[in-house]
């Protein structure tokens, strides 16, 4: 067995916690950038799950250059229309040819695409309200090869390339990453009226949180401004109660502040979606693949939904790294706050990185010395257990957004 590079350090500064500004960050679903961050996903998984049952293992394949053009929509009280249909292109290389199999990965590709859409936009119609493109080139076989040899066990990385990860989150992490999702979750279920395209911003300033929400809100469930002022009031009160579990701290909520009922400017919209109305988008200029946007966290700017789960190390180290974290955490006492960094080197197994780093701020009276041994540990049985990863994306277990 081949002993793994793997450091663990005291993290260089403050923990996030005590440093007097925080800014935290989460595109909805709706958001057009997340809107191509879950197609490319779904395609991905689509597509991977079509060559195992096709040829029995992942070829080679990368959708994760989709993009997306904002259309033209007139909203209006009681329903308006899409004047002008979105427009989504995906994009990238996937294996049509393997041993002798053909595969039609355009085909799937737009299957999983309109299936995405029904699942997740109730308010889209598929075919008019937004158009799905897809230009998939041909990816070759042969680079089947640096998945490993035929029986390998692990892959060898397709990049030098890193992925960093952390644990816990803060407070204000907790607040924006839930808020959004229980938004688009639980709220939604008896608030038809809110669309998917729900923005969470959080700053924390000292002890005091803000909170600012950007909610679309659905035409056809709104008869009159009334209405849509009651929808808004409700995602507010909504929000406060969702910080409240996670914070002692005083918040506030924002919604929609740059509404003026005096001159009709309200965030209506037809289908739930500013890319409706000149929003465009685009893979990974959204949220990491912890689901969050942390400046004052280190990030990899490397895009994860779309990529092949296999070998593809801009997608399985930022997931990785963010298991690793939170494994520690859980099983390692005496620590506030850990960052992980994975650094692969291309050619080589991806579960012997070039270095895996875990850099920690302890809580008072532990050393970082006394719990190396444990952490290096848990590193240790994480990175060996790497495939884990893809089983687990290709089965929708691991969120890339």
């Given at each position: 067995?081949?002993e ?23 595109k ?15 395609v991905?998984?689509a ?8 040829v029995g293992?992942?070829?080679?394949y ?8 904002a259309?033209?929509?007139?909203p ?14 995906v ?22 695409a309109r ?19 897809v230009k ?17 066990q ?6 030098t390339s ?11 992490e907790?607040?924006?990453l ?10 939604t279920?008896?608030?038809p009226?809110?669309?998917q395209?729900?923005?969470?911003m ?13 909610a679309a ?6 008869d ?5 002022d ?9 929000v406060?109660q969702?910080?409240a579990?996670?914070t ?6 924002h ?23 000149g ?17 004052n ?8 939904s779309?990529k ?21 955490v859980?099983e390692?006492?005496g ?5 992980i ?13 070039h270095?895996?780093?875990a ?17 290096t540990?848990?590193v ?15 089965d929708g277990?691991?969120?890339t957004?």
């Open positions: 067995m081949t793994r590079n793997i450091r663990v350090e005291p993290m260089v500064g403050r923990a996030v916690e005590d440093q007097e500004v925080e800014i935290v960050e989460r909805g679903l709706g958001h057009p950038d997340s809107i191509c961050d879950g197609i490319a996903e779904a991905s998984q597509l991977a799950r079509e060559y195992i049952d096709r293992e992942v070829l080679h990368n959708t994760d250059e989709t993009q997306l053009v259309g033209t929509a007139a209006a009280f009681g329903g308006g229309e899409v004047v002008e249909p979105i427009y989504l292109l994009t990238g290389r996937a294996t049509q040819r393997y041993r002798g199999t053909q595969i039609p990965t355009e085909t799937i590709a737009l299957r999983a299936d995405y859409f029904a699942e997740t936009f109730p308010e889209v119609e598929f075919g008019t309200d937004v158009v799905v493109d998939l080139g041909e990816g070759s076989g042969d680079l089947q090869e640096v998945f490993g040899d035929e029986g390998q692990v892959p060898m990385a397709n990049d890193f992925g960093v990860g952390h644990a816990p989150l803060t407070e204000t907790e607040i924006v839930n808020a959004e999702r229980r938004l688009n979750g639980e709220f279920a008896d608030n009226a809110l669309g395209d729900v923005k969470v959080g700053k924390r300033e000292g002890d005091r949180i803000d909170v600012t929400v950007a809100v659905v035409d056809s469930y709104v009159d401004l009334d209405g849509y009651a929808t808004v009031r409700a995602v507010r009160e909504f406060e969702v910080a579990e996670y002692d701290r005083e918040v506030s909520i919604v929609n502040t740059a509404d003026d009922y005096d001159e009709g400017a309200i965030y209506l919209t037809t289908t739930g979606t500013s890319a409706e109305q929003d465009d988008g685009s893979v990974g200029r959204g949220n990491r693949a912890n689901g969050l946007i942390t400046p966290r280190s990030m990899s700017m490397e895009a994860t779309g092949n789960p296999v070998n593809h190390i801009g997608k399985i180290y930022n997931l990785l790294s963010t298991e690793i974290a939170e494994s520690v859980d390692v006492d620590i506030r706050e850990i960052r960094r994975l650094l692969s080197q291309i050619g080589q197994p991806i579960d012997e990185p270095v895996a780093d850099a920690i701020v302890s809580e008072d009276g532990v050393a970082v010395a006394d719990i190396e041994g444990e952490v540990d848990v240790d049985r994480e990175l060996a257990n790497v495939t884990d990863v893809t089983r687990r994306v290709i277990e691991l969120s957004f």
